[in-house]
């Protein structure tokens, strides 16, 4: 499995924005698919997004598409995938998950890997 890091998170007033980052210990994420994951307290954890290896094909969750947007950099070192989260609202708040596998159409399924997750809070 692939040892996954997010970074980014924080504290924000509605209406801002945060830049997600999501990088791979060991091996090229730019090998895998990627998910972003959220999951706010007493609620499951939900689909906020997706992007295919070469980052041909994404995927987003209708209650946030127009104000997230996810895009990967796999010339970078560490290839990096980013969730761009603009317009933020309280019910953004969450702990935000990285999510790793071969297939983008299998993310977040048995077999792929997550990461510790980044807290985002969205308050005034």
């Given at each position: 499995q692939v040892q996954l890091f997010e970074s980014g998170g924080g504290l924000v007033q509605?209406?801002?924005?945060?830049?997600?980052?999501?990088?791979a210990s060991g091996r090229t994420l730019g090998l895998y698919?990627?998910?972003?994951?959220?999951?706010?307290?007493?609620?499951?954890?939900?689909?906020?997004?997706?992007?295919s290896w070469g980052?041909?094909?994404?995927?987003?969750?209708?209650?946030?598409?127009?104000?997230?947007?996810?895009?990967?950099?796999n010339a970078e070192i560490p290839n990096t995938?980013?969730?761009?989260?603009?317009?933020?609202?309280?019910?953004?708040t969450a702990i935000y998950y990285c999510n790793s596998h071969p297939r983008v159409d299998s993310v977040g399924l048995s077999g792929s890997s997550w990461g510790q997750?980044?807290?985002?809070t969205v308050s005034s």
């Open positions: 509605p209406g801002g924005s945060l830049r997600l980052s999501c990088a698919a990627v998910g972003w994951f959220r999951q706010a307290s007493g609620k499951e954890r939900e689909f906020v997004a997706s992007i980052g041909t094909v994404t995927n987003i969750a209708d209650s946030v598409k127009g104000r997230f947007a996810i895009s990967r950099d995938v980013y969730l761009q989260m603009n317009s933020l609202q309280p019910d953004d997750g980044t807290q985002v």
